[in-house]
């Protein structure tokens, strides 16, 4: 057991876990941080995904150690002050979610798109949200979502 420092959704952390615990284990059970998801666990579906200094990255794959010292963003970060980003206001606006189970990470990678790329062209979309697997089959619909809330981004609001 050893101590980790990370930021959390802006706010600085110290988790006690073994180095070698996933980083989705530790924000879920020992941070409370319950809407990033538990899907393969080998790193191919993007239920888990977080951003780990800016980038979507699979937080089953990424031993606590790895993170130490890093910002780490969850989906219950990109609201701000209770006002939701405009990424999430569009997934419930244009209903992309039928069970939701995926949502999460498929929003997670989506705002990280978008972070560095405010006009993503279908290929660009379909690329970066590749790694994202919708049981449910929802991709038309999240594709339209990104698009939408490029909109916002090109507006200057991302909140």
Do not use: F
Request: glycine fraction near 10%; include cysteine; proline fraction near 3%.
């Amino acid at each position: 057991m050893a101590k980790y420092e990370l930021m959390i959704n802006g706010e600085a952390a110290v988790i006690e876990a073994a180095a070698d615990m996933p980083l989705l284990w530790a924000l879920r059970d020992l941070q409370g941080l319950t809407g990033t998801k538990y899907g393969c666990g080998i790193g191919q579906c993007g239920a888990c995904t977080v951003h780990v200094n800016g980038a979507p990255t699979r937080s089953c794959l990424l031993p606590l150690s790895a993170a130490a010292g890093a910002s780490v963003t969850t989906i219950e970060g990109l609201a701000d002050g209770g006002q939701l980003s405009a990424v999430q206001k569009v997934w419930i606006e244009t209903d992309v979610a039928q069970c939701g189970y995926c949502q999460a990470g498929q929003i997670m990678s989506a705002t990280a798109l978008l972070n560095v790329n405010p006009s993503p062209s279908d290929e660009d979309i379909d690329q970066a949200m590749s790694g994202n697997y919708c049981r449910c089959g929802t991709y038309i619909r999240i594709r339209e979502a990104v698009h939408a809330a490029a909109a916002y981004y090109n507006a200057g609001d991302k909140a």
